[in-house]
């Protein structure tokens, strides 16, 4: 067990790509935590979709021993946490365990819509924050005016940022100093009983549920029972370790300590993030102020290309859940698609990985219906429903009015921009709120449907700033809108995986660029094909998809005869890749290009 | 009876040389400047002693001279192979013994040596009719040489078929029909009308990819330059008795007819295929295309084979599916029951019908005219719905 006074708990925050995860590198390899031989470039981040994407999904811990400049060795936890907004969950969560925060901002590009976001949320919980200004070995880097952006911007003192670059090393030492001297130690009383808090936990499939705690008060020590006191479950402790980023046994933890346990727990379902752990007897009095559960925000269908991958995809997305308790599935059926599953996910970025993961870890072979919103039905009999699935809209004569979950959404963006930007956003429905500038960059607030974004605000918003604009978001509230099911014919047949939820006034728009993007996804048959956008059974859009005329091989010959066959069965393969409605063929890759387009 | 009788059995022999590479060209043909024709006798002999030991007692109706250029061989060698061949197995009293020529008049030269080595039938490689045209596909030949040639054909052999290739740059459909007029007023009882294909690996699919060969015409105009072709064939006594083949009736190639029919066909030479039925297994045959490596192999083993396959049932009943659809008489459904082993679930067929591309089948399945402009598409949901 380590002195209170030797231990320092923090977190960094950072906009995507600041140098967050290098810097971490860099604190762990300067001292000596992981064997060089062992060191790998973004060490926190284990899962491969984390690696190539440059992305933290999972919050992830390391525990660093440095021997201070005082003559002291200290205990550093470091808590890595997703700069995504779809994961604000995670970094809510990881900040409360915290006392600190490292603020890494690019000193080329300056504050982004993630800095701002993280570091609020940093503020909210409380901590110390130490700015640090990262790629100053960039030419483009400009130390002096990003401090003073961090000044007018984010309202920090930023006198005395630490300059540094996580890439050669520079002012590393610096930083490690600052933690120890300018973030404060924990707080915690030894004696008094039991109370950590669950930070998160996790599926290890040797060891079965992991679960990080960090400890406020008492000790905890392995062979222990203790309770979790939102589900009054006892468990007892078989394993107590701290994660260096590999585990370490380790027999005790004391106040200010943060560790796992695994303790026989089946499923990560039954830990709640924000749950207070106490001991079975002698338990603390009070729980610690909870955490809310995520909830999805963003549904979409999962729908194995191959009928008979059903079963493989019920098992990928039970163990995919045992990991992930906030991303919540239900058996659905689709006319066109068959079996599959309704899923909720956090944001996008999540249902990507998700889907990602299910494709790679579990070789499968997805369709991805529409994402949407989940949607307030108020029924005429006073009933409110939610919606999850276009194709579930009931008729509208038992519907009274419908609502919409909305989003307060910052962008900052080069000014140049700026008029692009309130483009995209007046088009989407958005209300604008606030708009100011920090030198060059104009940082514009907007009241969005939601809706609107799942869409494809994020691709939108990349080209129209080429890459420039950074964005977040929190959800803000339920509105009422004029919201209709458009649904989409193909050869007069509806196919309910391309019905969606839109705005009246959108509905035209979006339906005339799906029923054009259909015409070049489907290819052509031997007939020719309606197509059709539709609300109730009026049709807004339509496009005919001309037969094909000719298509015949001129020259046919004895030593022809295996080339066909070949040809052949690579139709019959391309037809396995199919989805029939009616008498069409739909190719599985239209569905998901027809899903991604452009508003 | 074996399934093979139906079509009957026929030799494919493959001559790789030619005297320069066309830019469209696909097949197996190479341009070299030294041929030991004695090497080459000694291989195809070799060969042909071979294939007569596996198919001996066949009665064989046809003979094939591919390439290639095979009338760049030596008469001699022709002479020799036939000499052979005709020692080998029994053959039909009118037996088919057809040479692809190119109608220059170095080979006009040889023809009747060539007829008197046992060719009965000449197979001309025109392409076009005018000069300019010509030029652009890489012929060697002007329109008049190759006419000349033809008619020097014409006195030497009954039979003389020629090949055009349309669906050239810039061909109009006037310019078509005029041109196809006079090639019908040259014809003898057989013409091959092959629409220009880009195939990949030539000259033409390279200068394509790099945005040349402008001027190809789109899929609305060449169902037009087919349809007229049907037409004028049509009214000039010559209708498509296969999707590129025209004949007067009863004068289609009777080897050609092996293949599209699923008889058996012995292949000789490099990169041949054959189908040969062996003790009720139908097998695919098929050697190794560089001619060094054939002849090498041939002269070190005794044999010029690459290793034989097997077809499955459904690998043969799908064979016999698609060659035989390109036919106007179409495909035998009681055959491809038989081949498949199994009913066949007609029924299924009826949207197809519906839709105008196959007729109402009967003892034989038969595309209209505009199934048959869809072929590829059309055998793949008739493949799905039967096989
Ligand atoms: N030039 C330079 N590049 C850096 C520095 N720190 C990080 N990077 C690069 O910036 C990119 C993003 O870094 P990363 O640590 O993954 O950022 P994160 O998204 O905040 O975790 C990577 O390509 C890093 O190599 C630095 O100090 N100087
Ligand atoms: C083996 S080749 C020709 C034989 C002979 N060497 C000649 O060129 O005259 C048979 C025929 O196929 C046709 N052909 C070859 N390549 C073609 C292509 N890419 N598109 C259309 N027809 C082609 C030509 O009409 C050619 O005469
Ligand atoms: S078209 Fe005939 S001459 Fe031209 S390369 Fe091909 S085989 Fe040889
Ligand atoms: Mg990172």
């Known amino acids: 067990?380590?002195?209170?006074?030797?231990?320092?708990?923090?977190?960094i925050v950072a906009h995507i790509d600041h140098g967050k995860s290098t810097l971490a590198d860099r604190l762990i390899q300067m001292t000596g935590t992981v064997a060089e031989r062992d060191m790998k470039a973004q060490i926190l981040d284990s899962m491969d979709i984390e690696r190539e994407r440059g992305i933290t999904i999972k919050a992830n811990t390391v525990r660093i021993e440095y021997p201070a400049k005082d003559g002291k060795t200290y205990i550093l936890n470091l808590i890595d946490t997703p700069g995504h907004v779809d994961f604000a969950y995670e970094v809510s969560r990881s900040m409360k365990a915290v006392e600190g925060s490292l603020l890494v901002v690019d000193a080329s590009q300056g504050v982004e819509a993630q800095t701002l976001a993280n570091v609020y949320q940093a503020?909210?919980?409380g901590h110390e924050i130490v700015p640090v200004l990262n790629k100053i070995d960039l030419p483009a880097a400009e130390p002096e005016r990003i401090k003073q952006q961090i000044e007018d911007v984010i309202g920090l003192d930023a006198s005395e940022a630490i300059a540094i670059s996580a890439k050669s090393g520079l002012g590393i030492p610096d930083v490690l100093e600052a933690i120890v001297t300018r973030l404060p130690a924990p707080k915690g009383d030894r004696d008094a009983p039991l109370k950590a808090m669950l930070v998160d936990s996790w599926y290890d499939a040797y060891l079965g549920v992991v679960v990080m705690l960090r400890v406020i008060d008492g000790v905890v020590k392995k062979g222990d029972r203790i309770r979790m006191m939102a589900t009054n479950a006892v468990y007892g402790i078989d394993k107590l370790a701290v994660l260096k980023p590999q585990m370490v046994d380790i027999p005790e933890l004391g106040p200010g300590e943060i560790g796992i346990f695994t303790a026989s727990i089946k499923q990560v379902r039954d830990t709640r993030v924000g749950d207070t752990v106490t001991h079975e007897r002698k338990g603390c009095d009070t729980p610690l102020p909870g955490f809310k559960p995520a909830q999805p925000v963003v549904f979409c269908g999962l729908f194995p290309v191959d009928a008979a991958d059903f079963e493989p995809l019920r098992d990928a997305i039970e163990k995919l859940s045992l990991n992930d308790a906030s991303f919540s599935t239900e058996m659905e059926t689709s006319a066109a698609l068959g079996f599959g599953f309704r899923?909720?996910?956090?944001g996008l970025l999540h249902l990507e990985v998700i889907r990602d993961r299910l494709e790679r870890e579990y070789d499968l072979d997805l369709i991805t219906t529409a994402p949407s919103v989940v949607f307030k039905l108020y029924m005429k009999d006073g009933e409110v429903r939610d919606l999850h699935n276009p194709a579930d809209m009931p008729d509208l004569?038992?519907?009274?009015?419908i609502e919409e979950p909305r989003i307060k959404a910052t962008i900052m963006v080069p000014d140049e921009y700026l008029g692009d930007i309130l483009k995209l956003c007046q088009d989407r429905r958005g209300i604008q709120m606030d708009l100011s500038y920090a030198g060059s960059r104009a940082m514009v607030v907007y009241d969005l449907p939601l809706a609107e974004v799942v869409f494809d605000f994020y691709d939108r918003l990349k080209s129209v700033t080429k890459g420039y604009a950074s964005f977040d978001y929190t959800i803000s509230e339920y509105r009422e809108d004029h919201l209709v099911k458009m649904s989409i014919l193909v050869n007069d047949e509806p196919v309910d995986a391309l019905?969606?939820?839109?705005?009246?006034?959108?509905?035209?728009?979006r339906g005339r660029s799906m029923v054009e993007k259909l015409k070049e996804l489907i290819p052509r048959h031997m007939f020719k094909i309606p197509i059709q956008a539709a609300i109730g059974g009026r049709v807004i859009a339509r496009e005919t998809l001309s037969a094909m005329r000719k298509d015949v091989t001129a020259k046919c010959y004895g030593g022809d005869a295996t080339r066909k066959k070949k040809l052949l069965e690579k139709q019959k393969a391309g037809k396995k890749k199919m989805r029939q409605f009616g008498k069409v063929e739909i190719p599985q890759e239209a569905f998901i290009s027809a899903l991604k387009m452009d508003g | 009876m074996e399934d093979w009788r139906h079509g009957g059995f026929g030799l494919y022999l493959h001559w790789p040389f030619c005297q320069s590479k066309c830019p469209y060209c696909d097949f197996n043909s190479h341009v070299s400047a030294e041929i030991d024709q004695d090497q080459w006798r000694r291989a195809y002999l070799t060969e042909i002693d071979r294939l007569g030991g596996e198919t001996g007692g066949r009665i064989l109706q046809s003979v094939f001279f591919g390439g290639g250029t095979p009338s760049l061989m030596a008469p001699e060698l022709v002479s020799a192979i036939m000499d052979r061949i005709r020692a080998t197995w029994p053959m039909v009293n009118d037996a088919e013994v057809t040479l692809e020529a190119n109608p220059s008049s170095i080979e006009a030269g040889r023809f009747a040596a060539f007829r008197q080595a046992g060719v009965t039938r000449i197979s001309m490689g025109m392409q076009a009719m005018n000069d300019a045209d010509l030029r652009r596909l890489g012929r060697l030949h002007t329109a008049d040489e190759a006419r000349r040639a033809f008619e020097t054909a014409r006195r030497i052999f009954d039979r003389v078929s020629f090949d055009l290739i349309y669906a050239r740059q810039d061909q109009s459909l006037t310019d078509w029909r005029a041109e196809l007029t006079e090639a019908l007023a040259l014809t003898v009882d057989h013409l091959s009308l092959y629409q220009l294909t880009i195939e990949s690996g030539t000259a033409f699919a390279d200068r394509l990819a790099r945005g040349g060969l402008r001027g190809l015409p789109g899929e609305d105009l060449s169902v037009e330059l087919y349809e007229a072709t049907q037409e004028l064939c049509d009214r000039a006594g010559m209708p498509a008795y296969e999707v590129s083949n025209h004949a007067r009736p009863g004068a289609g190639s009777r080897h050609n007819m092996i293949y599209w029919r699923g008889g058996d066909y012995a292949g000789i030479g490099p990169g041949a295929h054959g189908r040969l039925t062996l003790g009720g297994t139908r097998w695919a045959t098929e050697a190794p295309r560089s001619p060094g490596l054939w002849l090498a192999q041939v002269g070190a083993e005794g044999q010029g084979e690459l290793p034989r396959s097997a077809l499955s049932p459904l690998d043969h009943a799908e064979e016999y599916l698609l060659m035989s659809l390109r036919l106007s008489e179409g495909t035998d459904l009681g055959r491809l029951s038989r081949l498949y082993g199994e009913r066949l679930a007609l029924d299924r067929l009826a949207p197809l019908v519906e839709l105008g591309l196959l007729h109402e089948p009967g003892t034989q399945l038969v595309t209209t005219e505009r199934g048959r402009?869809?072929?590829?598409?059309?055998?793949?949901?008739?493949?799905?719905?039967?096989l």
């Not at chain 1, 939820?501 to 728009?509: I, K, L, N, P, Q």
């Not at chain 2, 869809?374 to 008739?382: F, M, Q, R």
């Open chain 1, 123 to 125: 503020l909210d919980a």
């Open chain 1, 397 to 401: 004569t038992y519907v009274d009015h």
């Open chain 2, 373 to 386: 402009l869809v072929l590829n598409a059309l055998l793949a949901e008739i493949a799905a719905a039967l």
């Open chain 1, 343 to 346: 899923c909720g996910f956090l």
């Open chain 1, 1 to 11: 067990m380590t002195q209170l006074d030797l231990i320092r708990n923090f977190s």
């Open chain 1, 499 to 509: 019905a969606m939820m839109v705005h009246r006034d959108r509905a035209e728009a």
